[in-house]
């Protein structure tokens, strides 16, 4: 039986926020489909060794940031929908975002796709 969805997005989020390498290859491994996809708007790749390569990028351009879900998971089939916000060393809030994600059959997370910022409002 796949874990459940909440316990795969918090192993998730945690290897965003881990330092520690192999901690955070381990929460990957719980969390990520070997061939998961990762997309924002400024990243697109594939892969559990690239999503490593590119939070490790990140941590090294914010040093003691972190990343916080924020609300609750929304989840329906294996479609779900997360709030975050990457909060900086002293807590202050970087941005806010939603994921959106697909779940493989062994319920590791194998599609995410992430916004930045709030949903643009129509032209006037």
């Keep these: 039986m796949p874990p459940p969805a909440m316990e795969i997005v918090e192993a998730y989020c945690a290897a965003w926020n881990v330092a520690d390498a192999g901690e955070r ?6 969390s990520w489909a070997d061939d998961g996809t990762y997309t924002d708007p400024r990243t697109d790749l594939a892969g559990r060794a690239a999503l490593f390569a ?4 990140v941590q090294a351009g914010r040093p ?24 900086d060393a002293r807590g202050a809030t970087v941005i806010e975002g939603v994921d959106f994600g697909d779940l493989a059959p062994d319920g590791r997370l194998q599609r995410i796709v992430g916004f930045f910022g709030p949903v ?3 032209p006037v």
């Design 25 to 30: 290859q381990a929460l990957l491994e719980k």
């Design 54 to 57: 590119h939070i490790s990028r």
């Design 64 to 87: 003691g940031s972190r990343i916080e879900m924020v609300g609750a998971l929304d989840l329906h089939h294996s479609v779900l929908r997360f709030a975050w916000r990457l909060v």
């Design 120 to 122: 643009p409002q129509p």
